[in-house]
């Protein structure tokens, strides 16, 4: 029927962007809610199995896995030596717009990852923190309220 709940979700069963929840807080003041997310994504994944999340953990791809592909996270983790990220993207891209917001959201997660601190960060590689952003954005919504929560 028109307007009732299709799902619902009680917020305790949820990962949530209240920095508060974050057990140590990242050296920094107000995160934004994709950084808050991938380091919960983090904590329970370092709970090793223990954590309540450890089957939704399960179904997401590894963190060495290349899917699903962002084209930031391309140019984050870029390797081959014999071409350029930027170069390879205005070949295969051709929107060079796009190109420019991937390399800057590449170098804000980067810079964001050498500032949150490795307690914040459980020990977590840079390849793992990356990997959390991709599963935060690839599978995640949320409407920003007035005062900047989801």
């Given at each position: 029927?028109?307007?009732?709940?299709?799902?619902m979700?009680?917020?305790?069963?949820?990962?949530?962007?209240?920095?508060?929840?974050?057990?140590p807080?990242?050296?920094?003041?107000?995160?934004?809610?994709?950084?808050?997310?991938?380091?919960?994504?983090?904590q329970?994944?370092?709970q090793?199995?223990t954590?309540?999340?450890?089957?939704?953990?399960?179904?997401?791809?590894?963190?060495?896995?290349?899917?699903?592909?962002a084209?930031?996270?391309?140019?984050?983790?870029?390797?081959?030596?014999?071409?350029?990220?930027?170069?390879?993207?205005?070949?295969?891209?051709?929107?060079?717009?796009?190109?420019?917001?991937?390399?800057?959201?590449?170098?804000?997660?980067r810079?964001?990852?050498?500032?949150?601190?490795?307690?914040a960060?459980?020990?977590?590689?840079l390849?793992?923190?990356l990997?959390?952003?991709?599963?935060?954005h690839?599978?995640?919504f949320?409407?920003?309220t007035?005062?900047?929560g989801?």
């Amino acid at each position: 029927e028109k307007d009732q709940a299709l799902l619902m979700v009680p917020f305790g069963v949820s990962l949530s962007d209240d920095p508060s929840m974050l057990e140590p807080q990242p050296n920094y003041d107000n995160p934004h809610w994709p950084v808050v997310l991938a380091l919960r994504l983090l904590q329970v994944m370092k709970q090793d199995g223990t954590s309540g999340w450890a089957p939704y953990l399960a179904s997401l791809p590894s963190p060495s896995s290349p899917e699903p592909p962002a084209l930031w996270w391309l140019a984050a983790t870029h390797t081959d030596q014999n071409e350029d990220w930027a170069s390879w993207a205005a070949r295969e891209v051709q929107y060079p717009e796009l190109i420019t917001r991937a390399l800057a959201m590449a170098d804000d997660v980067r810079a964001t990852y050498d500032k949150i601190g490795s307690e914040a960060l459980k020990g977590s590689t840079l390849g793992e923190f990356l990997w959390a952003v991709r599963m935060v954005h690839s599978r995640s919504f949320g409407i920003e309220t007035p005062t900047g929560g989801l």
